[in-house]
């Protein structure tokens, strides 16, 4: 009888490990599909400067745009660069909160200029700031992008160009 016993004991023990382990199995890959994040989409700061830096005041002096003395109303045209880049899973349209806008807000400052400088994407490079293209006279602190699909791995760099109340250092 001890040879039953034992073989049926072996029996339990070994089917109780392999049901734990098929346990512990199911509740890691639902862990995994429920809590894993399949977007990295990333919006990056690149660098900034001054389009023109005056160290010192000088009495003559102008600089003007748009027959305004940025100088004299202490402004400054900055030029900033980001990077937008979609390092997960495919974003597509409706993914996006069709009620809210998708862009950057530079706050006080005004929007003079939006320039794609590269994206490994034909697609990007020719939708993603058409809207602000199309009006290039309009008063905004916004770059608002148009919702297209950003698929896994694409890449856009592009340049801001700002009049901006003149920051001190």
């Given at each position: 009888m001890s040879n039953d016993s034992?073989?049926?004991?072996?029996?339990?023990?070994?089917?109780?490990?392999?049901?734990?382990?098929?346990?512990?199995?199911?509740?890691?890959?639902?862990?995994?599909?429920?809590?894993?994040?399949?977007?990295?989409?990333?919006?990056?700061?690149?660098?900034?400067?001054?389009l023109i830096e005056v160290k010192e005041k000088i009495s003559d002096l102008k600089v003007i745009?748009?027959?305004?003395?940025?100088?004299?109303?202490?402004?400054?045209?900055?030029?900033?660069?980001?990077?937008?880049?979609?390092?997960?899973?495919t974003i597509l349209q409706t993914y996006y909160d069709q009620l809210e806008p998708f862009?950057?807000?530079?706050?006080?400052?005004?929007v003079l200029n939006v320039e794609t400088i590269s994206s490994n994407s034909d697609d990007l490079r020719r939708k993603l700031i058409k809207n602000f293209l199309?009006?290039?006279?309009?008063?905004?602190?916004?770059?608002?992008?148009?919702?297209v699909i950003f698929e896994s791995g694409d890449t856009i760099l592009f340049k801001v160009t700002l009049l901006q109340v003149a920051s001190e250092e």
């Amino acid at each position: 009888m001890s040879n039953d016993s034992n073989s049926v004991m072996k029996t339990i023990v070994s089917g109780s490990a392999w049901s734990f382990i098929g346990v512990i199995l199911a509740a890691s890959f639902f862990y995994w599909q429920e809590y894993r994040n399949p977007f990295d989409f990333r919006i990056e700061l690149i660098d900034e400067f001054k389009l023109i830096e005056v160290k010192e005041k000088i009495s003559d002096l102008k600089v003007i745009y748009k027959n305004e003395d940025i100088l004299e109303n202490e402004k400054e045209i900055k030029v900033i660069r980001f990077r937008i880049s979609n390092l997960g899973d495919t974003i597509l349209q409706t993914y996006y909160d069709q009620l809210e806008p998708f862009g950057i807000d530079f706050g006080k400052a005004k929007v003079l200029n939006v320039e794609t400088i590269s994206s490994n994407s034909d697609d990007l490079r020719r939708k993603l700031i058409k809207n602000f293209l199309a009006d290039p006279e309009k008063d905004t602190s916004q770059v608002l992008f148009s919702k297209v699909i950003f698929e896994s791995g694409d890449t856009i760099l592009f340049k801001v160009t700002l009049l901006q109340v003149a920051s001190e250092e």
